[in-house]
T-cell receptor
Framework: GQSLEQPSEVTAVEGAIVQINCTYQ??????LSWYQQHDGGAPTFLSY????GLEETGRFSSFLSRSDSYGYLLLQELQMKDSASYFC????????????FGSGTRLSIRP | NAGVMQNPRHLVRRRGQEARLRCSPM?????VYWYRQLPEEGLKFMVY????????ESGMPKERFSAEFPKEGPSILRIQQVVRGDSAAYFC??????????????FGQGTRLTVV
C-alpha cells in the first residue's frame, strides 16, 4: 500500500524558519509534491520534486531524498498568512493518475 | 481561464435525500478527480474520470455514491440517501491528458456538504 507520514501540528514564530517533514512508503515513486490549504479554502500547489535535492521558490523550498523516502518543506521568513495546513502528496503512476495525500500538518504562527 | 469551478459551494441535505455536486474543469482539461476531506483530515481520493469514462473508482464507497463526466457538461458526483457521515468537503481537481496530476493539480474551491 501507500502511506505518507507528516507531523499533525507545528507552531512557529513570525519571521522564523520552519521545516515540515514527510516520509513516504509507495510501491513506485514518481515525485513528491506539497500543497497549502487555508481554512475553508482549496488546496493550492506549492512545489514538486521529481529528483533528489532542493527546489527553491521564493520563501518556500522543498527537498527530496529518494534513498531515504523522505522530503521536507522549508518555509522562511514566516508571515502570519502562512498559517495553514500543508500536505505532502505522491502520484501513483508516471502519467495521469490519482495523487495520494498525507494527513496534513497544521502550521500555526505566533506574532 | 476561470479555473476549476465547483457548485454549489455549500449544500445542506436532510438524511435520506440526494446530493449532486458539480465540477467544471479548467478549459482544455479532460481529466477530473474527486476527493473528500473530513474535518481536520487530509484529502481522500474517490474517483478519476475522463470524458464519458471512469478510469479509477477505487476510492468510491461501494453504495450510494456515483460519478460521471459526460461528453458535454460538468462532472457530477452523486450521493444518494445521504447520511450524517457524508458531511464533508468534496474537492474536484482537473488536469490535461499529458500532465496528469504528477506536478500540479488544479483544485476547485470545494463543495461543503452538511447532512442534517
Amino acid at each position: 500500500g501507500q502511506s505518507l507520514e507528516q507531523p499533525s501540528e507545528v507552531t512557529a514564530v513570525e519571521g522564523a524558519i520552519v521545516q515540515i517533514n514527510c516520509t513516504y512508503q509507495t510501491s513506485g515513486f514518481y515525485g513528491l509534491s506539497w500543497y497549502q490549504q487555508h481554512d475553508g479554502g482549496a488546496p493550492t500547489f506549492l512545489s514538486y520534486n521529481g529528483l533528489d535535492g532542493l527546489e527553491e521558490t521564493g520563501r518556500f523550498s522543498s527537498f527530496l531524498s529518494r534513498s531515504d523516502s523522505y522530503g521536507y518543506l522549508l518555509l522562511q521568513e514566516l508571515q502570519m498568512k502562512d498559517s495553514a495546513s500543508y500536505f505532502c502528496a505522491v502520484p501513483l503512476h508516471s502519467s495521469a493518475s490519482k495523487i495520494i495525500f498525507g494527513s496534513g500538518t497544521r502550521l500555526s504562527i505566533r506574532p | 481561464n476561470a479555473g476549476v469551478m465547483q457548485n454549489p459551494r455549500h449544500l445542506v441535505r436532510r438524511r435520506g435525500q440526494e446530493a449532486r455536486l458539480r465540477c467544471s474543469p479548467m478549459k482544455g482539461h479532460s481529466h477530473v478527480y474527486w476527493y473528500r476531506q473530513l474535518p481536520e483530515e487530509g484529502l481522500k481520493f474517490m474517483v478519476y474520470l475522463q470524458k464519458e469514462n471512469i478510469i479509477d473508482e477505487s476510492g468510491m464507497p461501494k453504495e450510494r455514491f456515483s460519478a460521471e463526466f459526460p461528453k458535454e457538461g460538468p462532472s457530477i458526483l452523486r450521493i444518494q440517501q445521504v447520511v450524517r457521515g457524508d458531511s464533508a468537503a468534496y474537492f474536484c481537481a482537473s488536469s490535461t491528458p499529458g500532465q496528469g496530476l504528477n506536478t500540479e493539480a488544479f483544485f476547485g474551491q470545494g463543495t461543503r456538504l452538511t447532512v442534517v
